[in-house]
């Protein structure tokens, strides 16, 4: 399973903490998370633009306002969003994949101890 987690802000830096260990690449433009992202994970495959999206499940953790700006190509195995505010119909304009997942993590998840609801579909 090949994970693709764009943003690595507060929350998903938060998820990242759980996932390092899987085969994860992480999408982050932002220079100094970048370097900061360096020194926490040395082997961390960091990419500063969005591959193709064929084959991996995405973690979409960037803030709401840059869904807009956000340009993606190829079709996702999956797509799980933490993006408040935004709707599986939006993401399903936004970003083709095999199937849809809108999840709410709280902010307990900075320290690995969030309930996180969630709602999904197929494409």
């Known amino acids: 399973m090949k994970l693709l987690l764009i943003g690595a802000g507060a929350m998903g830096g938060a998820m990242l903490k759980g996932l390092k260990e899987l085969d994860i690449t992480v999408v982050e433009a932002y220079r100094p998370r970048v370097e900061e992202l360096k020194r926490l994970y040395p082997n961390l495959k960091i990419i500063d633009s969005v591959p193709s999206l064929d084959d991996y499940i995405v973690l979409l953790a960037i803030k709401p306002q840059s869904l807009a700006s956000l340009h993606v190509k190829g079709v996702a195995k999956g797509l799980i969003s933490i993006l408040a505010g935004v709707s599986l119909e939006?993401?399903?304009?936004?970003?083709?994949?095999?199937?849809?997942?809108?999840?709410?993590p709280n902010m307990a998840a900075l320290v690995g101890k969030s309930a996180t609801s969630y709602v999904g579909m197929k494409s």
């Open 90 to 104: 939006r993401l399903k304009q936004k970003i083709d994949a095999k199937a849809y997942v809108r999840a709410m």
